[in-house]
């Protein structure tokens, strides 16, 4: 493998490692709250949500390059903040990624979090657990499934995102461009052996992700 | 049973009508001229050019691998001629249909002056370049750079785009300050329509010379080969120029 074909492997580990931890961080939380809310809220956040499974990853990018332009809201408060515009930077992908994977991410935990149910709480407040407390001795301990797949899924679907860093991304080696992006040039440029290497190797590695998330985490089969 | 005679006829009749149908690919940059030629050449000839939009590139590897097309307006001279080489297209048929010109570009109008002074002065963040290595503007953009001595100091500011097209809406959205596209895709009454731009001089890069061929699979179609007569119509030509290339 080249260097050029190394940097967009590394780059996209990163990228994929960067964007599951803070899916994890943010998308807990939403996962509780849907899980046990009654609020009419609730089918409103869903889907919100579950709006990057289906619409397409060129919507998602279109729009997030217009947002975060000098022009839109979010390029106005980044400027503001002397932070500069997150189009065709690491950061700006690291956002992109982590609205494309989220239902990856919360979906999973949020059925583990159902699963539950009301009744370990019920006993661990008994036992005077603070909720704070019952959360992470009882709530993460029994979700640890959804956890393991919502974790797995996240990070291999980064891996696998293509549209919106086409859209946003800039295709700037070590900052940029991704190991699909990568792939899409050498093919784009007739250098079918190169693409073949990477291409090859995405099929394996995801094969390789799914198989471990069907072998060691049969009871959560149904969240994919 | 007469009934299901009439309906066959009727079906081989729209059949026939489809032979007329020629399957074009068309490179993006050329996407509005095209628009306008299959309409007129729809009115004059009484056959169909059904259009398909993209890289040429991606082009090549869909006709290597059965795509129907029939023509291809290629965005260069060297994929045509690589087909023909490998068989995948008609030998003698290409020719030289249009000559891009290169544009540097910017929505802001006050932001580029018509020598193109700023590419030295600096002052901007991102410069918008479609791929070099697989798309003939950007490589034309790099050739020019490289020829006004800035290519080096440059590098580190731009963005490319997977194609003309997107390097262009990098531009418009302004998330780059300005970029390299093509003068088809700005042009208006002959000028640059709107923003500011400089018309890259052309001694500054190789001709970008766009290259029309008939594929295998529309070998001895009347269709194809109607459409390559009329890409050399006066009136073709017209629109061709209107749309801001030369022609050979």
């Known amino acids: 493998m080249e260097s050029a074909d190394l940097a967009a492997v590394w780059l996209t580990l990163k990228l994929a490692t960067v964007v599951t931890l803070l899916l994890l961080i943010f998308g807990t939380p939403i996962a509780w709250w849907l899980a046990r809310t009654h609020s009419r809220l609730k089918g409103v956040v869903g889907a919100i949500v579950a709006l990057p499974l289906v619409l397409p990853p060129t919507v998602l990018g279109f729009y997030l390059l217009i947002t975060m332009g000098p022009n839109g809201p979010v390029g106005r408060l980044t400027e503001a903040l002397g932070l500069g515009l997150l189009p065709f930077t690491f950061p700006g992908l690291v956002i992109a990624s982590v609205f494309y994977s989220l239902p990856f991410v919360v979906q999973p935990i949020q059925n583990a979090f159902e699963a539950i149910g009301e009744r370990p709480l019920e006993v661990a407040a008994t036992l005077r657990a603070s909720p704070w407390d019952a959360f992470w001795s009882v709530a993460v301990p029994l979700a640890r499934p959804g956890f393991l797949s919502g974790a797995i899924l996240g990070f291999a679907h980064t891996v696998g ?3 919106i860093v086409l859209m946003i991304g800039g295709n700037i080696p070590e900052k940029t461009r991704v190991v699909s992006v990568q792939i899409y040039d050498h093919v784009e440029a007739l250098e079918y052996t190169q693409a073949h290497w990477l291409a090859g ?11 471990g998330l069907y072998t060691f985490n049969p009871t959560r089969r149904k969240v994919l | 049973m007469k009934r ?13 009508a489809r032979a007329d149908e020629v399957q074009v690919a068309v490179a993006a940059n050329f996407t509005g001229p095209m628009q306008v030629i299959s309409v007129l050449f729809e009115k004059d000839t009484g056959h169909k050019a059904v259009l398909s939009y993209g890289a040429t590139g991606k082009f090549y590897a869909q006709i290597k691998n059965g795509a ?35 544009v540097l570009w910017s929505a802001n109008p006050d932001l580029i002056d018509g020598s193109g002074a700023i590419l030295k002065k600096g002052g901007f ?21 490289g020829k006004l001595g800035v290519a080096e100091t440059l590098k580190p500011l731009f963005v490319q785009g997977e194609n003309i ?6 531009v418009i959205t302004g998330a780059a300050e300005l970029g390299f596209v093509a003068f088809s895709q700005v042009i208006k009454n002959d000028r640059i329509g709107s923003g500011s731009g400089w018309i890259v001089p052309e001694n500054l890069y190789d001709p970008i010379r766009q290259d029309v061929v008939i594929l295998a699979k529309g070998k001895d179609k009347a269709a194809a080969t109607a459409l390559l007569s009329y890409l050399k119509t006066p009136k073709a030509a017209a629109v061709i120029k209107s749309f801001g290339y030369s022609l050979p």
């Open chain 1, 201 to 211: 190797g995405m099929v394996i590695f995801s094969f390789l992700v799914l198989l």
């Open chain 2, 125 to 145: 963040r991102h410069l918008a370049i479609a791929n070099p290595k697989t798309a003939p503007y950007g490589a034309a953009a790099l050739q020019t750079l």
């Open chain 2, 68 to 102: 129907p097309f029939e023509v291809l307006l290629s965005a260069d001279d060297e994929t045509p001629a690589r087909l023909v080489k490998e068989g995948a297209a008609v030998s003698g048929s290409a020719f030289t249909y249009a000559i891009g010109k290169l």
């Open chain 2, 4 to 16: 299901l005679s009439l309906l066959v006829l009727s079906l081989l009749a729209i059949a026939g």
């Open chain 2, 165 to 170: 097209s997107q390097t262009q809406q990098f």
């Open chain 1, 161 to 163: 995102e293509f549209g």
